[in-house]
C-alpha cells in the first residue's frame, strides 16, 4: 500500500520560502497524480496544486498561488515537492499530499471528486507570520 509523508513545514516571515516535500513509501509513485491540499484553521480543505502521474508534464495550481508556488517530482526518490514563494500570512495552513492512481491520464485534479485521492499524508504544518 502507497504512504505518504510531508516535511518541509515550519514558521516563516511574509515573502519568505519553504519547500515541501512529500515522500511515498510502499509503492512507485510513476503511476500516480499528487496533488496538494491545505487547510487553514475554521476553513475547508482547498486543493491548490497537483500534477500529473509518469512524467508530470501538466500541473495545475489554484489562482491564489500561481505565479508563486511550484509543483515537480522526481519519480527517482518517489518524492514529489512544492516550491512555496513569497508566501503570506493566507498561506498558513496544514499541508498535505494526496495521491490518485492513474497511470493513463495526463491531467490532473485540484478536487478530490469522489475521492479520487485515496492515498493522503498525515499533513505538515505552514505559519506565515511576523
Known amino acids: 500500500q502507497l504512504q505518504l509523508k510531508e516535511s518541509g513545514g515550519g514558521l516563516v516571515s511574509p515573502g519568505e520560502s519553504l519547500r515541501l516535500s512529500c515522500v511515498a513509501s510502499?509503492?512507485?509513485?510513476?503511476?500516480?497524480?499528487i496533488a496538494w491540499f491545505r487547510q487553514a484553521p475554521g476553513k475547508e480543505r482547498e486543493g491548490i496544486s497537483c500534477?500529473?502521474?509518469?512524467?508530470?508534464?501538466?500541473?495545475t495550481y489554484v489562482d491564489s498561488v500561481k505565479g508563486r508556488f511550484t509543483i515537480s517530482r522526481d519519480n527517482a526518490k518517489n518524492t514529489v515537492y512544492l516550491q512555496m514563494n513569497s508566501l503570506k500570512p493566507d498561506d498558513t495552513a496544514v499541508y498535505y499530499c494526496?495521491?490518485?492512481?492513474?497511470?493513463?491520464?495526463?491531467?490532473?485534479?485540484?478536487?478530490?471528486?469522489?475521492?479520487?485521492?485515496?492515498?493522503w499524508g498525515q499533513g505538515t504544518q505552514v505559519i506565515v507570520s511576523t
Open positions: 494526496a495521491a490518485d492512481y492513474n497511470p493513463w491520464s495526463v491531467y490532473c485534479h485540484l478536487e478530490d471528486r469522489d475521492g479520487r485521492y485515496e492515498n
Open positions: 510502499g509503492l512507485p509513485l510513476d503511476d500516480y497524480r
Open positions: 500534477i500529473s502521474s509518469r512524467s508530470g508534464i501538466r500541473t
